[in-house]
């Protein structure tokens, strides 16, 4: 996998992938917090639910629905503060369907720069018609998979 550099020194600390595309940058509050004190594994499944749909919508043009989590690992905690950035890319399109990989990259608050993944998850969209039913992805310029 390609990468750019990030700094060194922590164990955790990794580099970011260049083969997959930035689509969500966002900072967790204090009201996002569970009994612990980290950030609610909801919430950041929330907010992977909205960034794996950024390059599906661009081939579904219309509706769709998220259908299935394949995959979801909290590889470490997130904090409050630490700015998360979310790398995606498209794995696999189907019929009606079309699967990502998203990838969650946390800077701690007071180690900007330095990179710990947190997250990463396989989710599956539906492109939907007005009733709600799955309709085929239209044919496309866009790259796909193989
Ligand atoms: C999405 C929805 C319209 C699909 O309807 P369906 O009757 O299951 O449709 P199908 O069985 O024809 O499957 C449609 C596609 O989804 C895929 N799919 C269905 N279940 C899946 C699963 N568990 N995992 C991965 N893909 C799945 C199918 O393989 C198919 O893909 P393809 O056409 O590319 O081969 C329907 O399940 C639905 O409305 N679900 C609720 C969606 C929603 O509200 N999401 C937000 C959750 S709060």
Redesign the pocket.
């Known amino acids: 996998m390609s990468t750019e550099s990030s700094l060194p020194h922590d164990p955790l600390s990794v580099k970011l992938p260049l083969d997959k595309e930035l689509v969500l940058k966002v900072i967790p509050m204090p009201a996002d917090c569970n009994a612990n004190g980290d950030i609610f594994g909801g919430w950041v499944m929330a907010q992977v639910d909205l960034a794996g749909s950024v390059i599906p919508a661009r081939y579904a043009e219309g509706r769709m629905?998220?259908?299935?989590v394949?995959e979801f690992i909290f590889k470490q905690p997130v904090r409050v503060g630490d700015i998360l950035s979310f790398y995606s890319e498209l794995t696999r399109?189907?019929?009606?369907?079309?699967?990502v990989k998203v990838e969650v990259y946390a800077e701690r608050f007071h180690s900007q720069g330095r990179y710990i993944k947190v997250t990463e998850a396989s989710v599956?969209y539906?492109a939907?018609d007005d009733a709600?039913?799955?309709r085929?992805?239209p044919p496309s310029s866009l790259p796909r998979p193989q």
């Open positions: 629905a998220t259908v299935a394949n399109i189907g019929r009606t369907s079309m699967t599956t539906v939907i709600g039913q799955p085929p992805v």
